[in-house]
């Protein structure tokens, strides 16, 4: 589960096997159903029986491939799948390809899952895309939602940072952004 993608019809028939043991207990019998398996898979702290969802666990076994690939970009495995689907990119840019076996496929759909939670800290900002990339914690969609202005010269969040005095330059800032986000 950690590095396929499983068929969703599989992770139904897995949820529908526990649900089926809990709810009967023996098969030939008719259980009762005292509770929809969404809620008894709902951690206990919010009611539920904290049953796994074997698709929700597929895919977060997936992201958490995909955030190894982030962390441990010289780990031997990321290093081939690099080679092999990215080499010209980063992780997160990477595309599918035209030949992406399952597993490639599987660490995508992961990736997918992942991106919904990623946000840079900003440290130097010198990786950071000013108006593309999540960001500022303070805002909604946690980046910049104000249009980059023709011909900006700010393309990292390091281009508006004051190096010297190690903060923001305002003067910068309010050039191309609102009040509210700056």
């Not at 992780?91 to 995508?108: C, H, Y």
């Amino acid at each position: 589960m950690s590095c396929f993608l499983l068929p969703k019809s599989i992770c139904d028939k897995l949820n529908s096997i526990v649900s089926n043991f809990w709810w009967k207990g023996d098969p030939e019998k008719k259980g009762i159903h005292w509770q929809s398996w969404e809620c008894m898979t709902q951690p206990k702290e919010e009611g539920g029986m904290g049953f796994r969802n074997f698709k929700a666990m597929n895919e977060a076994l997936l992201a958490r491939q995909s955030w190894r690939q982030l962390k441990n970009p010289n780990a031997y495995w990321a290093k081939i799948l690099k080679g092999l689907y990215f080499p010209n990119s980063s992780f997160l840019e990477a595309v599918k390809g035209s030949r992406a076996s399952w597993i490639w496929l599987s660490i995508l759909h992961g990736r997918e899952t992942l991106a919904k939670g990623l946000r840079w800290q900003v440290q130097g900002g010198s990786q950071i895309k000013f108006w593309d990339d999540k960001w500022i914690p303070s805002l909604p969609q946690y980046k910049v939602a104000t249009q980059k202005p023709v011909g900006s010269s700010i393309e990292w969040v390091s281009d508006i940072i004051n190096k010297e005095r190690g903060c923001w330059n305002k003067e910068r800032l309010n050039l191309v952004v609102s009040a509210e986000e700056i």
